[in-house]
């Protein structure tokens, strides 16, 4: 591709690639340069010319001196904008999820239901590229914006048709995932949750409505957990531009849950639509599993899939990595589940969907990040203390904190909980003291294989630390 083809002008350079990273620059590539949280991107500008940019995506008012200067008020969308025309073809439908939880699992579910509906489906978020085939970790939810439309640029060559990715809000307010069409974007839930980088809720809830305000395509659907009280904002933001609607949930018109019957192994969902009633039964336990669900039906109905099957296909969803994973029964007799709770209200929602399944005491153990929302530590603590009958808390990934002074904010929260630092000593604990009715529930490090300490990562895994303390 020519650069006069990207940016209108009679430029006959040939581009090679993207980057933001200038020790990313090789010869013909167009280097984007923003202010950063941490550093300014535009000091890079001298050094990524020197390495062989041809042009820059740069504020206005930037200095770019032997390369083009393509200028903008919003130097990460036109960048986004420009890398898009490079890298595509895109598979052809593709959905965004965003919310404060469910991402994950949404995306996740939504690839299944497309692969059992026949289609080459694949999902991009927390738990990386994930095909019918493989899993590659990228290591952040939403990858920068090289790496994400490369990714997707190679997945369709795969062949795949349908992709669902997750729209964090860090990747949303940094155009980490813009330039291809979005023909369904979906929403599940706001509650707090990185506050220490939006700075209020407002502001955190702008950063999502992006979503639906700015990447959404003009004909595409906007599909909405309904029951959050924050829905309503998203379904007006969707009328007003025209966006069609596809609402889930008790309150939801699309799919409307009537009925949720908590069995054994899952759960009896009893959906109408159409003017149709449907049962079905869910192998996942818990009510946020089955609004996660729901949600990710509605993105495939909106997306054009059959209403009846893909109600139907609900019955043979495999769980989520990490999200109520069932990792180990302990000698005495108790189930150990591992869940990525790591806000206050996904502690509450993972505490409720465990409640119905416990005869004796529910026994919590979890922390929090560090460098991470401070704010949420002691509503974890006061969530945590009002729903499980045992609490212990301990270390999640104190990144660059002191992991006491971690403990101690959540602890202000739950002033009765053992606190145990180390996290294998925390679990070993919450194993040996499970008797036969109890259940165990270690959150907030779900699928993760590493516990950050500092700018080191251990290796660590909730599922096979409980499968070694239960052995
Ligand atoms: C706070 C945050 O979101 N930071 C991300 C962001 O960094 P930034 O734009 O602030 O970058 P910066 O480090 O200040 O640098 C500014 C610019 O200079 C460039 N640079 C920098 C240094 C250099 O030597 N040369 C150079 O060119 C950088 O590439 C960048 O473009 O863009 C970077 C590149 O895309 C990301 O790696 C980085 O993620 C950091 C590592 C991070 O920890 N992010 C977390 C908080 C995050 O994004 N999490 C969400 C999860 C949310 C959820 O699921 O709940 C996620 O989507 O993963
Ligand atoms: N719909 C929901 N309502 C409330 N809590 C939920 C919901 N879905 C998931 N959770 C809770 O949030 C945790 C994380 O779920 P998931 O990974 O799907 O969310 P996410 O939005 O992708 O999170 P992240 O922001 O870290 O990427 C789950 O383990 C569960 O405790
Ligand atoms: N995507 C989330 C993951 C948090 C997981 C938890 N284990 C932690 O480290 O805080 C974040 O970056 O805030
Ligand atoms: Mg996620």
New binding site residues.
């Given amino acids: 591709m020519r650069l006069g083809t990207l940016t209108g002008g009679d430029a006959g350079a040939v581009v090679t690639g993207f980057a933001i990273d200038h020790r990313k620059v090789a010869p013909g590539t167009i280097f984007g340069a923003f202010q950063g949280t941490q550093v300014n991107g535009e000091d890079f500008i001298p050094a990524a010319v020197k390495a062989g940019a041809i042009a820059v995506v740069a504020r206005r008012g930037a200095v770019v001196e032997g390369a083009l200067h393509i200028a903008d008020d919003n130097p990460r969308e036109k960048f986004a904008q420009l890398a898009a025309q490079f890298f595509a073809p895109f598979p052809g439908i593709a959905v965004a999820v965003t ?8 995306v996740e579910m939504t690839r299944q239901l497309w692969r059992m509906a026949g289609f080459h489906a694949a999902s991009i ?2 738990l990386g590229v994930t095909t019918a085939d493989e899993r590659v970790s990228t290591g952040l ?1 939403t990858p920068d914006i090289v790496t994400f439309l490369s990714n997707v640029a190679g997945l369709a060559r795969e062949g795949v048709t349908h992709l669902a990715f ?1 729209a ?1 809000s860090h990747g949303l307010s940094q155009y980490r995932t813009e330039g291809l069409p979005v023909r369904a974007a979906a929403f ?2 706001l509650s707090r ?1 990185h506050l220490d980088y939006h700075g209020d809720m407002a502001a955190y809830f702008h950063a999502k409505l992006r979503l639906f305000a700015d990447v959404l395509d003009l004909d595409g659907a906007a599909v909405v ?1 309904a029951d959050d009280p924050n829905s309503p904002r998203v379904e007006d933001l969707a009328r007003a531009r025209g966006n069609r609607l596809v609402t889930v949930g008790e309150h939801g018109e699309t799919l409307r849950l009537v009925g949720r019957e908590p069995t054994l192994l899952g759960q009896g969902l009893t959906i109408e639509a159409e003017g149709q009633v449907y049962t079905v039964n869910l192998p996942l336990i818990g009510a ?2 089955a ?2 669900a729901l ?1 990710a039906a509605g993105l495939v109905i909106a997306t054009g899939g059959d209403v009846a099957a893909t109600i139907a296909n609900l019955a043979r969803l495999q769980p ?1 990595r ?3 994973e069932r990792a180990a029964i302990t000698q005495a007799g108790a189930p150990v589940y591992v ?5 206050p ?3 509450e ?2 505490i409720a969907a465990l409640k119905p399944h416990t005869s004796g005491r529910l026994i919590l153990m979890f922390g929090a990040g560090g460098d991470r929302d401070r704010g949420k530590r002691e509503p974890m603590g006061q969530a945590a203390a009002a729903g499980a009958d045992r609490v212990i808390v301990t270390d999640d990934n104190p990144r660059g904190e002191d992991p006491a002074a971690i403990r101690a904010e959540i602890l202000k929260g739950a002033p009765d909980a053992t606190e145990i630092g180390d996290r294998r000593a925390a679990i070993a604990a919450a194993v040996a003291m499970a008797g036969s009715e109890d259940i165990v529930l270690l ?1 907030g490090k ?1 699928h993760e294989q590493g516990q950050i300490v500092g700018d080191r990562v251990l290796a660590f895994d909730d599922v096979a630390v409980a499968r070694e303390c239960a052995a």
């Fill in positions: 919310g404060t939880n469910g991402k994950t699992s949404v978020g927390t939810t997750e964090s599940t839930n949750d957990w946020y599993q609004a996660n949600t989520v990490g999200r109520l869940d990525y709770a790591h806000t209200d996904a502690l929602a993972a959150a779900g």
